[in-house]
């Protein structure tokens, strides 16, 4: 296949280009830079079946040759970026969305949507599955990354209806791993970047809210395996082994080593209670759920932070 990935230069759209390239595909990785990072693709220059496009896919986007598949992964995904880029955030789920689509529809390509476990909000079912329409403050700080995300579900499926689009939505639930910004304001490069640094780690309220870790590369098989399966509506992709972020903050500081304890702020605004996704669908479609744990992964991240932080 030739496919474009959005947001080709981030976390997971990196990992996506490396994936799509070990299994003999050619990658066009499509990307503004706004959050995302050239050091995150610099191992691909050169490679004969990887191109990377600096462009803002807000504004028309031209591919010469055919497209088999577009994955759309551009989007600020951290409360601090899209906190900070509130606009940007709507505008490329927005906007991006409506031309990622429209090139898929030109190309006659099989169209994939990074989507999120934001849209559920603060959920009030517990554990999310597809069928959950969600909690979501619109006019809240979070709300430009949730409702971005909606629409974005929305027109993906507007397309799938109105157009007879090949399309697919993945709902991604916290996802960490190598490549992660020590500034990202997520809640694993913050603890990790912190115990690294001998200082205490931010719990916000009491810590009992809490998240459902999943290591990037389970992340990326999930969405390897959804682009190939034949199902339009929405499918959670995460781990559904759930933690409160206390719990999970005495794990970093027991894997690094950090004595410095924890130190606890105010709750930001809107920040969801718990969070942890059913992947009934996930293993049934895809024959998928995650396969290295949390000690594991969470060892390769800390050591890859070291050389960030060395570097």
């Known amino acids: 296949m030739r496919v474009l990935i959005t947001g080709g230069a981030g976390f997971l759209g990196s990992h996506l280009c490396d994936r799509f390239l070990s299994e ?15 050091r995150n693709i610099e191992h691909l220059a050169g490679h004969d079946r990887f191109r ?12 010469d040759g055919p497209v088999d598949a577009v994955l ?7 409360p601090i970026d899209y906190l900070q880029l509130p606009i940007q955030t709507l505008k490329v789920g927005a906007l991006g969305t409506h031309k990622a689509l429209g090139l898929a529809r030109n190309k006659g390509a099989r169209f994939l949507l990074a989507s999120t476990s934001e849209v559920y909000g603060d959920p009030l079912e517990h554990p999310q599955a597809e069928d ?25 499926m507007a397309y ?106 105010p709750l930001p605004a809107d920040d969801p209670k718990v969070r942890q996704p059913d992947i009934s669908r996930a293993r049934q479609l895809l024959g998928w759920e995650p396969q290295v744990d949390l000690q594991d992964g969470l060892q390769r991240t800390i050591a890859w932070f070291r050389t960030v932080l060395s570097g």
């Not at 003999?24 to 050239?38: E, K, P, R, W, Y």
Request: charged share 20%.
């Open 132 to 156: 959950y329409w969600g909690n979501v403050n619109p006019i809240g700080p979070r709300g430009v990354y949730d409702e971005a995300k909606r629409f974005a579900e929305a027109l993906t």
């Open 160 to 265: 799938h209806r109105s157009h007879g689009l090949d399309t697919r939505i993945a709902r991604i639930f916290n996802t960490y791993g190598p490549r992660m910004r020590l500034d990202d304001g997520r809640v694993v490069p913050n603890f990790v970047g912190q115990a690294l640094r001998g200082e205490p780690l931010t719990v916000h309220g009491d810590g009992s809210q809490t998240r459902s870790f999943c290591f990037y590369a389970d992340l990326i098989e999930g969405i390897y395996r959804l682009l190939q399966a034949e199902y339009a509506l929405p499918v959670n992709l995460g781990n559904p082994t759930e933690m409160s972020i206390l719990e999970f903050a005495h794990v970093v500081n027991r894997l690094v080593g950090n004595q410095a304890g924890i130190a606890h702020q």
């Open 72 to 78: 759309h992964f551009a989007s600020p995904a951290s």
């Open 52 to 63: 990377f496009i600096k462009h803002d896919v807000t504004e028309y986007i031209y591919i």
């Open 24 to 38: 003999g595909h050619q990658v066009i990785a499509m990307d503004n830079l706004i959050t995302g990072a050239v």
